[in-house]
């Protein structure tokens, strides 16, 4: 198979351990171990410290994917099929349901292997472009427009990476209707979903919205979790969930015994998990927005309204790309530039799910003065 070059992936691979500040990362702070383990309850504490290293059940553990289930409304322990992240099941799911001759939409900015695995599978891509002049809405209207015959998988992920975009329910369900009438299947690729700052805008579930829906949801974002590698697919549709475990044999088999464990504990205690990635994102995003209303000369700033990341754009001659490498150099901020993910609107990410947000900010905005 030959794939292109994972942008986002490379940049960080050049940056992520070597700058003082990720003012970029689009993951929340990550528990502590002792932290996690303390929420453990009997069962769960006894998993841990009985537990053997050796392989697991390659659909996932038992009472992990009975944990995931009870995330949705209509998902039982069968539907769940639990994989090395978001990212491998990307990377099944894809190469399972396309291939030469099928077409699939993708929304776009976006996460890159949401559309750039399929294209290497020899599918056909359209990439449902969100507007900032559009507030970065989904327009089910123009993206049903693109659906072709042979179109076989149409991927929204909300709330968006990088802009916090999110559909209104009617729009979401004027889309998945339209998929369900067509018999085509939806990958909603929900990796921030409980990150949505109104509850009331919470969509329903991929996983919920249609029998061909498949819900993807991860520990790194919401649940602050992304060293575990711990994700899952949730769809009604077992066939197909049969198909992405044969797939899954030529990738990594089963999940870590340890991060199965861990996972479903951070999972019982999703109260308490997500409450504090919730307070995290609550305290930073108000720093945000007074930034770019101090700095509305520089900066556009589209109010993200879900998840922990926006795609602020950078106003005047300077690309974003000298900007964030002048910003690196002096106070070893990083900021990601838009072409990094094959955007060329002088935007850049900023994430706001990390602790240290205060003291970066403050060190763009030193940069901001000085400059
Ligand atoms: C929208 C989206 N989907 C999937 C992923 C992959 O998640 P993971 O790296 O935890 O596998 C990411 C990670 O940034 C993402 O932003």
């Known amino acids: 198979m030959r794939i292109?070059?994972?942008?986002?992936?490379?940049?960080?691979?050049?940056?992520?351990?070597?700058?003082?500040?990720?003012?970029?990362?689009?993951?929340?702070?990550?528990w502590r171990l002792d932290d996690l383990l303390a929420l453990a309850d009997d069962e769960t504490a006894r998993l841990w410290n009985d537990l053997r290293l050796g392989y697991t059940e390659s659909t996932g553990h038992p009472l992990l994917r009975a944990e995931i289930a009870t995330l949705y409304d209509s998902i039982g322990t069968e539907d769940v099929l639990v994989f090395a992240g978001a990212e491998e099941a990307i990377f099944c799911l894809s190469n399972v349901l396309l291939g030469p001759g099928d077409h699939a939409v993708v929304t776009w900015p976006g996460y890159q292997s949401l559309y750039e695995v399929g294209r290497a599978a020899g599918a056909d891509l359209t990439l449902h472009e969100l507007r900032e002049a559009d507030g970065w809405g989904l327009d089910p209207d123009r993206l049903i427009g693109s659906l072709r015959d042979e179109t076989r998988l149409v991927v929204v992920n909300a709330p968006h990476n990088p802009t916090?975009?999110?559909?209104?329910?009617?729009?979401?369900?004027?889309?998945?209707?339209?998929?369900?009438?067509?018999?085509?299947?939806?990958?909603?690729?929900?990796?921030?979903?409980?990150?949505?700052?109104?509850?009331?805008?919470?969509?329903?579930?991929?996983?919920?919205?249609?029998?061909?829906?498949?819900?993807?949801?991860?520990?790194?974002?919401?649940?602050?979790?992304?060293?575990?590698?711990i994700g899952w697919l949730a769809s009604r549709d077992r066939d197909l969930l049969a198909r992405c475990a044969a797939f899954k044999d030529y990738t990594t088999i089963c999940s870590s015994a340890p991060a199965e464990i861990l996972a479903l504990i951070g999972l019982r205690a999703r109260d308490r998990v997500l409450a504090r990635s919730r307070r995290i994102v609550e305290a930073n995003l108000p720093l945000l927005d007074r930034f770019f209303a101090d700095h509305a000369d520089r900066w556009t700033w589209v109010r993200p309204r879900g998840g922990s990341i926006g795609f602020p754009r950078l106003l005047g001659d300077e690309t974003a790309d000298a900007f964030v490498a002048r910003l690196v150099e002096a106070e070893g901020v990083l900021l990601l530039p838009g072409s990094v993910i094959g955007h060329d609107g002088n935007h850049v990410r900023i994430g706001f799910g990390r602790e240290d947000l205060p003291t970066a900010l403050a060190g763009l905005e030193q940069f901001m003065t000085e400059a």
Do not use: N, Q
Request: hydrophobic residues 50%; glycine residues 8%.
């Open 164 to 229: 916090g975009m999110m559909p209104t329910h009617a729009e979401w369900r004027r889309l998945t209707d339209e998929l369900a009438e067509r018999g085509i299947h939806l990958l909603a690729d929900e990796v921030y979903r409980f990150l949505e700052f109104d509850a009331a805008d919470r969509l329903t579930a991929g996983a919920d919205a249609i029998d061909r829906g498949v819900s993807l949801g991860v520990m790194s974002k919401s649940f602050a979790l992304a060293g575990l590698r």
């Open 4 to 30: 292109a070059e994972f942008g986002l992936e490379r940049y960080f691979a050049r940056w992520e351990f070597a700058v003082r500040h990720l003012l970029c990362a689009s993951d929340v702070e990550a």
